[in-house]
């Protein structure tokens, strides 16, 4: 069974940084996803990454998949305070443990 | 409009009931998901179905039971088996297994 690893667990920011979250997964897999959640809520889709070396960008969010190294990254740039929220990737119906991210002013 | 709806919201239970969450989705997804989340944690996949008729066990099966009679519904069942119910579960659905999940709103469960 596919295992997810993510980091950091937590993560503050000032306002205007710039950061990386970092996921890695254990066995083969083509596709990977990002999702985002906000306290008390649900899970909104952020990114679906389909392919070895696919990138989207939205807004301040850039993410990226590289399926040889098993390796994905979500890129902040210029970190804003409606950034704050849990963040995780996920492959094959698996999740990581998320990215509490704090954008702080 | 096109989602996933789950019910209820909010639910209160005595130890030793079984109590059933439901989950209907009208994307017209083969695939549908049963996920529970503990306060700070990820999410752990309890049971999952590709299509109707069929479903597996995830990571934390034990205690919980599902069915899949129609494509559009996918109701959990927490049986008095499960020690420790007490969580925030959440409902998927998917073009295809392995597919970009959309999620409901969640059902919170707590056992009194």
């Known amino acids: 069974e596919l295992k997810v690893e993510q980091n950091p667990l937590f993560l503050s920011m000032q306002e205007g940084k710039n950061y990386t979250i970092y996921c890695n997964y254990s066995t083969t897999s083509d596709r990977l996803y990002w999702y985002r959640q906000d306290p008390g809520k649900s899970l909104e889709s952020l990114f679906v990454?389909?392919?070895?070396?696919a990138v989207k960008q939205e807004g301040r969010l850039m993410a990226s998949l590289d399926t040889k190294a098993r390796l994905s990254t979500l890129h902040i740039t210029a970190a804003v305070h409606d950034l704050s929220a849990t963040y995780f990737c996920?492959?094959?119906?698996?999740f990581g443990a998320g990215t509490r991210l704090t954008v702080k002013p | 409009d096109g989602g996933i709806t789950q019910s209820p919201k909010y639910l209160f239970r005595k130890e030793g009931q079984n109590v059933t969450l439901s989950c209907e989705q009208n994307l017209n997804h083969d695939a549908m998901y049963w996920y529970r989340q503990d306060p700070g944690q990820g999410l752990r996949l309890i049971y999952y179905?590709?299509?109707?008729?069929?479903?597996q066990k995830g990571d934390i099966a034990e205690g919980y039971s599902v069915s899949r009679e129609k494509k559009e519904s996918f109701p959990l069942t927490v049986t008095s088996a499960q020690k420790n119910p007490t969580a925030f579960y959440l409902c998927?659905?998917?073009?295809?297994?392995?597919?970009?999940?959309?999620f409901g709103e969640g059902s919170r469960l707590t056992v009194l």
């Open positions: 990454l389909l392919s070895n070396g």
């Open positions: 998927a659905s998917s073009i295809l297994y392995t597919g970009e999940l959309f």
């Open positions: 179905s590709q299509i109707v008729n069929d479903f």
């Open positions: 996920a492959a094959q119906g698996r």
